[in-house]
């Protein structure tokens, strides 16, 4: 079994990443590591507010040898104690910790830090797997035995998956998209007030536009042997907070290059990915993407734990009246699983099969 730590284990991702190595095939949790607040606590302490309430957020059991580890600090955290690193910290701290963690140990992060350096992919398990091959370049231009492999923001998670079979097939001229995003999107540290997102919606998330306007073009781009060469295609973006407890919804207006139908949409993306679920990834489902011809889904609450929270589900594909070969639909992701702890633990098992090869 390969020895993993979560640094940032007490945060809503860590926690999940936590339920989601459980019983892993793999990988073995040999450490919790968090900020100076949590360090020398027991895990289940660590998780306690200032009144002492709970704040395990997951609805599966906290384990208890998981609740009983000691919790360390992430910055004097030694990083050569385990096989493989999952940051899963705020992206401050994560700018400053990833660097010297990789110096020896591969770091798969679900903060930004990282994902805009040149010689930095951004993963999404089933649609750029060729760009693993730019982690050997970050290696040796910064001569690191570990590396740093960053996941997507969550809100573009679902929207790249649904986008690439459309890319590969009719070509992507431009996308329009408006997001409704989960209230555990913003963590807990501080997470949102009940009496700012209780029958409400809020029209602005800080730093949120600027990251789904630029990351779908990097994931969605070619390798060229030292660095990514961005889609050409462009973005325009508004995210909305809505008061939904976990998946983030997207309302995608795509402009093809080629010309096609909403069946010939349905028919690429249901096909899509069926390669990479051969690979057999103890974290990935048997479909990518679910097509949904339920006019009425998807919706969070019932769909967003499909495929153990790795499917993508679309549903709504229509021609757009006003484009020119316009095509609009809706897709849905589980932020905190296919969009972070869940969609890094699949980035892990890729990269410990084809890249490190440990298993
Ligand atoms: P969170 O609930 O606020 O948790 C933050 C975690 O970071 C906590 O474990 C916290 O530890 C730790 N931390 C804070 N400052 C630290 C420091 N100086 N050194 C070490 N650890 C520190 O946030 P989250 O929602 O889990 O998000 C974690 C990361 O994933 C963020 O970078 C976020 O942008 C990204 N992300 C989140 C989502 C999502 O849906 N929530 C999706 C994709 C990506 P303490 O408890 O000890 O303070």
Redesign the pocket.
């Known amino acids: 079994m390969l020895k993993i730590a979560i640094?940032?284990?007490?945060?809503?991702?860590?926690q999940q990443a936590i339920v989601s190595l459980i019983g892993h095939p793999w990988f073995k949790i040999e450490k919790l590591v968090?900020?100076e607040?949590?360090a020398g606590k027991k895990y289940i302490d660590?998780l306690k507010d200032a009144n002492g309430s709970s704040r395990w957020w997951c609805t599966e059991e906290l384990p208890s040898d998981i609740a009983n580890m000691n919790v360390e600090e992430?910055?004097s955290f030694d990083a050569t104690s385990v096989d493989i690193i999952f940051s899963?910290?705020?992206?401050s701290?994560?700018k400053e910790?990833e660097p010297k963690y990789a110096k020896t140990t591969p770091v798969i992060s679900?903060?930004?830090a990282f994902r805009y350096e040149d010689d930095t992919p951004i993963l999404v398990g089933g649609v750029n797997m060729d760009h693993a091959a730019l982690l050997a370049v970050q290696q040796k231009n910064r001569g690191w035995k570990g590396f740093v492999s960053p996941?997507s923001?969550?809100t573009i998670a679902g929207l790249v998956v649904s986008l690439k079979p459309i890319q590969d097939a009719f070509g992507v001229r431009q996308v329009i998209m408006v997001s409704q995003q989960a209230m555990?999107?913003a963590?807990?540290?501080p997470g949102l007030s009940a009496m700012d997102m209780t029958e409400n919606i809020v029209p602005y998330i800080p730093g949120e536009e600027p990251k789904a306007e630029s990351e779908p073009q990097k994931i969605l781009g070619k390798f060229t042997g030292k660095t990514i060469q961005n889609a050409a295609f462009g973005i325009t973006a508004t995210c909305t907070r809505v008061p939904v407890l976990d998946g983030h919804m997207v309302c995608a207006f795509v402009q093809t290059e080629k010309k096609c139908s909403p069946e010939d949409v349905k028919k690429v993306m249901t096909e899509y990915g069926r390669d990479f679920a051969e690979l057999h990834l103890p974290s990935s489902p048997a479909h990518l993407i679910d097509v949904t011809d339920d006019p009425f889904r998807p919706q969070p609450r019932v769909d967003r734990d499909k495929g153990g929270g790795m499917t993508v589900t679309v549903g709504r594909i229509r021609k757009d009246p006003i484009m020119e070969n316009g095509i609009k639909y809706v897709c849905l992701a589980h932020?905190?699983k296919l969009?972070?702890a869940k969609g890094a633990l699949q980035t892990a098992e890729y990269l410990v099969k084809n890249y490190l090869k440990l298993v």
């Open positions: 640094v940032g284990a007490t945060g809503i991702v860590g968090a900020s607040r949590s660590a992430a910055a899963t910290m705020d992206a701290a994560a910790l679900t903060a930004s996941k923001n969550c555990s999107g963590g807990r540290t932020n905190t969009g972070a």
